[in-house]
């Protein structure tokens, strides 16, 4: 089992930053992909970005390529997801992700089997 903790989610203005983590425990040895998904009230969770646990290969969304940058710290079981430029449209639950699987695509919710509990984050005009 793994448990999976948000923190720093919180409102900002357009043009702002705001840097989320997600800090793991238990079986962490099991993770192959760690992930950020978000779903807005009214639509459909969706893939932000991820991580290959074992390596560096990096996975983003189209909506955040260039503005967005997801890291981790092995030694702390901790991803980070480094949000600048933040829209209006960014407003929504964040979710870190885990995954044991080797995954087809990373942006497939049904491939991650483990959750955390969701951080806010809000972008004001």
């Known amino acids: 089992q793994v448990q999976l903790v948000e923190s720093g989610g919180g409102s900002v203005q357009a043009g702002g930053s705001l840097r989320l983590s997600c800090a793991a425990s238990?079986?962490?040895?099991?993770?192959?992909?760690m992930g950020w998904f978000r779903q807005a009230p009214g639509k459909e969770r969706e893939g932000v970005t991820a991580i290959y646990v074992g390596g560096s290969s990096t996975y983003y969304a189209d909506s955040v390529k260039g503005r967005f940058t997801i890291s981790q710290d092995n030694a702390k079981n901790t991803v980070y997801l480094q949000m600048n430029s933040l829209r209006p449209e960014d407003t929504a639950m964040y979710y870190c992700?885990?995954?044991?699987?080797?995954?087809?695509?990373?942006?497939?919710?049904?491939?991650?089997?483990?959750w955390g509990q969701g951080t806010q984050v809000t972008v004001s005009s």
């Open positions: 238990g079986y962490t040895a099991g993770s192959r992909y």
């Open positions: 992700a885990a995954t044991s699987r080797w995954v087809s695509s990373p942006f497939n919710a049904y491939e991650y089997n483990y």
